[in-house]
């Protein structure tokens, strides 16, 4: 690699490619799957700052990463957690040393998963909008949540708690005002900044301040926090007025995990199967390419109608690649919009494959049918993001980690002054 200078001067795409010594198409590659940032200047120019080319080539040239489910010490702290799900978040939680007290969904075959792994806590299949919590008032650090995503009727008309109502997150809201945590811990999918013209997130963040918290929000990408996938989840943090601590978020790290350090000796377990004429499709798809790398009447036979259609179309008969991260992983690898094929066996991933990409431990047993565990896997938080994001939590309110355990730095993120009802950033 060329010597990168100290200026602050931002790179072109082909500047970057003579420092790293790739070609053009492949820096544009790289930005597009989220493997290295940019801004965007006029004209949509992607422009990449010299500490971002520094990164990259130290990640690029650096050791290998391995893959892991992180843990860390044990505290006093108390969580409590709704819409649960498999326990992505409860178990990332707990590996950052979180007692969690109570998790709640109303997925059976989710609450029997938590249940058949019953160490991260008890839980109890319930809809929100019948549950009572007033006996963990004030007994709570942190209560955390992955609420739907739902449009409120008065969203921007200043209503406060009545313009949730009708919603989860009123629920969510009704029952944060019964236990009173110290900090709310609240992600959803990155679509909420814009979902209805950003209106949702405006009364999510108005109301949480309303019951006496602090807010802030950061898009984290899960491929930069030890899961080997790159998924974007929205993370909010609501403080309690009375803690005086700044909001802090986890800083990503400079190295990715591929899914070859994965799943390459993940143990055997169920899966989906191909049917014959689908195989038979798949088997001409190389290591990381998709539809559009198929013969050209393949692709008419295949594609059919999508074919003259607009968009890229990306998931379709999509072949992950071995030494990238995964792309994100949905309810099922087999759908063909959502295509999540072995790198180099001509199947769907398996259950423990699927699992192990949200970094579940492989003792972590699923209940139900297959295609429930796989809805399962595929709604989860990952459990090392999960992880990451206790840390910060524990930092918030006064339990760091050793700093053997706590391997990213913290972002302090916060933005008391600004009103809620206008987007962040």
Same mark, same amino acid.
């Given at each position: 690699m060329a010597k990168v200078t100290q200026k602050s001067d931002l790179l072109t795409v082909i500047q970057v490619a003579e420092l790293l010594g790739i070609s053009p198409d492949t820096v544009r590659r790289w930005h597009k =799957?989220? @493997?290295?940032? #940019?801004?965007?200047?006029?004209?949509?120019?992607? %422009?990449?700052?010299?500490?971002?080319?520094r990164r990259v080539n130290s990640r690029t040239h650096g050791v290998s990463e391995t893959w892991k489910v992180l843990t860390a010490s044990k505290t006093k702290l108390t969580s409590l957690e709704l819409f649960c799900g498999a326990g992505g978040l409860g178990l990332g939680l707990h590996n950052a040393g979180f007692q969690n007290q109570l998790l709640v969904d109303n997925d059976k075959d989710c609450i029997a998963t938590i249940n058949t792994n019953g160490f991260i806590g008890s839980g109890v299949c319930e809809s929100v909008r019948d549950l009572d @919590?007033? /006996?963990?008032?004030? =007994? *709570?650090?942190v209560m955390s949540g992955g609420f739907p995503c739902q449009a409120f009727s008065f969203a921007g008309m200043k209503r406060g708690f009545e313009d949730a109502r009708g919603t989860l997150f009123y629920d969510f809201a009704r029952l944060?005002? /019964?236990v009173q945590p110290r900090m709310v811990v609240g992600e959803n999918v990155r679509g909420l900044l814009a979902h209805d013209n950003g209106k949702t997130l405006a009364v999510m963040l108005r109301i949480l301040e309303n019951l006496g918290y602090r807010t802030a929000y950061k898009v984290l990408k899960a491929q930069f926090f030890d899961v080997p996938q790159k998924r974007e989840r929205l993370l *909010?943090? #609501?403080?309690? +007025?009375?803690?005086? #601590?700044?909001?802090?978020?986890?800083?990503?790290?400079d190295y990715t995990i591929s899914v070859r350090a994965a799943i390459e000796d993940a143990p055997a377990s169920p899966g989906m199967e191909y049917s014959a004429e689908k195989a038979r499709v798949m088997r001409l798809i190389p290591e990381g390419g998709y539809w559009r790398d198929l013969p050209e009447d393949e692709k008419l036979r295949f594609m059919g109608k999508s074919y003259f259609l607009g968009g890229g179309k990306t998931g379709m008969? +999509?072949? @992950?690649?071995?030494?990238?991260p995964s792309l994100t992983l949905t309810c099922n690898p087999a759908q063909k919009q959502t295509e999540r094929c072995h790198p180099l066996e001509t199947r769907p991933l398996n259950v423990r494959e699927y699992a192990r990409l949200q970094c579940f431990p492989d003792n972590w047993e699923f209940s139900g049918s297959v295609s429930s565990q796989y809805r399962q *896997?595929?709604?989860?938080?990952?459990?090392?993001?999960?992880?990451? *994001?206790? %840390?910060a939590a524990r930092a918030i309110l006064g339990q760091k980690a050793?700093? #053997?355990e706590l391997p990213c730095k913290l972002d302090v993120t916060e933005s008391p002054d600004v009103d809620p009802? @206008?987007?962040?950033?």
């Open positions: =799957k989220g @493997l290295i940032h #940019a801004s965007i200047g006029q004209g949509g120019t992607r %422009l990449f700052s010299e500490a971002e080319i @919590l007033k /006996q963990f008032a004030e =007994k *709570i650090d944060i005002e /019964q *909010i943090f #609501a403080l309690r +007025r009375d803690e005086s #601590a700044p909001i802090v978020f986890p800083v990503e790290k008969a +999509r072949r @992950l690649a071995w030494d990238e *896997i595929g709604n989860a938080v990952p459990v090392n993001l999960g992880y990451h *994001i206790g %840390l050793r700093k #053997a009802r @206008l987007p962040l950033f």
